[in-house]
């Protein structure tokens, strides 16, 4: 759970040093006052935790601003907080008059359902798959049954093979994602910020990711000896991206070093770019850092690409 830290928060006293010492909260401190309220609005972060020494008794108080976008991690943080007053008070052994309490308040925003962010990382799975194994399927199978060579035979060049089969796996792509998108949206209440806007926005960034899948798709054809090969190989640029970009959980969840990894891979950068554009209602130019990590990805790719495709 994401918790930011007020600026005049007292983190000298040992409420603090415990709620540090719990691994399952990440306690922020580098983020304005103003940007901790609009992330806890949104649902960005969970809670908000002032810690003030009183003059009276309690000599401690655990000031908490809770929010409603994220209410599933609510109870979980307050079941945490009443276990460690709980100790701290039963320690000190000063009952009936405690030496920490907790003031809670919960502030109006934008409900963060699960369905927020797990659809957005299944439209990207989806195009990871589509990407690599389609495309390292049907350019291995056309090379291996001579298709291509017949093709040379004629006046078809071969960014015309590339650009009708990217095209026809384009248009599959984004019928799929519409699919995907109207379920999620219609059935499980999946939040669309700016309507048809956001769904054009979805759609841009998903040929965006097609396309740099697609590169790596090009690159096991090229590498694979025959059909068998294929999947041990995809698996090999696919699993570790469904499992560590965010697709189904949260990367903060792992630890820093899982993290660093994380932020490498491609996949972690469109489903970002997905769920900011989904839920906070950003646009194309408000996501710039994620298309340009996405667009070093596709120089990479396709460079590597080139050197290992065979068309024979």
Not at 74 to 102: C, K, M
Not at 282 to 311: E, Q, R, S
């Amino acid at each position: 759970m994401d918790v930011g830290v007020a600026k005049t928060c007292d983190t000298t006293n040992g409420v603090y040093q415990a709620l540090k010492n719990y691994k399952m909260i990440h306690l922020i401190t580098t983020q304005s006052s103003a940007d901790m309220a609009s992330n806890l609005s949104k649902g960005n972060i969970d809670a908000i935790i002032n810690i003030q020494k009183n003059a009276t008794r309690p000599p401690i108080t655990l000031n908490i601003q809770y929010t409603k976008a994220s209410a599933q991690k609510d109870g979980i943080l307050q079941s945490l907080l009443n276990d460690l007053f709980y100790r701290i008070n039963s320690a000190a052994n000063t009952a009936p008059q405690p030496v920490a309490e907790i003031k809670a308040t919960t502030v109006s925003g934008r409900e963060y359902k699960y369905i927020d962010f797990i659809l957005p990382g299944m439209l990207g799975f989806s195009l990871l798959s589509s990407g690599v194994f389609g495309t390292a399927f049907v350019f291995l199978s056309l090379r291996l049954t001579l298709v291509i060579k017949r093709f040379f035979a004629t006046p078809v060049k071969k960014y015309s093979i590339v650009l009708g089969e990217a095209i026809a796996r384009l248009v599959f792509s984004w019928i799929g994602a519409l699919f995907i998108i109207a379920v999620g949206h219609y059935f499980f209440g999946f939040t669309l910020v700016h309507g048809l806007t956001t769904v054009a926005n979805m759609l841009a960034l998903s040929a965006i990711g097609l396309i740099i899948f697609m590169g790596f798709g090009f690159i096991i054809s090229g590498i694979a000896k025959n059909e068998s090969t294929i999947p041990p190989l995809s698996n090999i640029i696919t699993m570790p991206q469904f499992l560590l970009s965010g697709t189904f959980f949260a990367t903060t969840a792992f630890p820093l070093w899982l993290q660093s990894l994380s932020n490498i891979l491609p996949l972690t950068y469109l489903n970002h770019a997905m769920r900011q554009v989904a839920f906070e209602g950003a646009g194309l130019g408000d996501v710039t850092h994620d298309l340009l990590i996405l667009g070093i990805w596709f120089i990479i790719v396709y460079a590597a690409a080139v050197k290992t495709f065979k068309w024979e």
